[in-house]
């Protein structure tokens, strides 16, 4: 088997790893963003404790948006990776 054959295949691996983060990361940051609209809502009624509280889960939902973008740029740079790769052996 030929070294870009060895690359592709590599290179499918790593796409299917990020793919699987993605898909992690994106349902994670839905349930994040649930909890954070019941912490905004709850902190207009509330007290210090509740604004604390929003204040954290509106970080954590940004954390994991700013995380699941990093993770969409590797998957496409990896893609075009690919995609030069096949141009090559066709």
Same mark, same amino acid.
């Given at each position: 088997?030929?070294?870009?054959?060895?690359?592709?295949?590599?290179?499918?691996?790593?796409?299917?790893?990020?793919?699987?983060?993605?898909?992690?990361?994106?349902?994670?940051?839905?349930?994040? /963003?649930?909890?954070?609209?019941?912490?905004?809502?709850?902190?207009?009624?509330?007290?210090?404790?509740?604004?604390?509280?929003?204040?954290?889960?509106?970080?954590?939902?940004?954390?994991?948006?700013?995380?699941?973008? /990093?993770?969409?740029?590797?998957?496409?740079?990896?893609?075009?990776?690919?995609?030069?790769?096949?141009?090559?052996?066709?």
């Amino acid at each position: 088997m030929s070294r870009i054959h060895d690359r592709l295949f590599r290179l499918g691996d790593r796409i299917e790893h990020l793919r699987e983060q993605e898909r992690l990361t994106a349902a994670e940051l839905e349930m994040l /963003v649930h909890l954070d609209d019941d912490a905004q809502r709850d902190a207009a009624a509330g007290g210090p404790l509740e604004r604390d509280d929003a204040r954290m889960t509106a970080a954590d939902v940004a954390r994991f948006r700013k995380n699941l973008a /990093v993770i969409n740029a590797k998957r496409r740079h990896l893609e075009r990776k690919r995609a030069r790769l096949l141009k090559r052996l066709g």
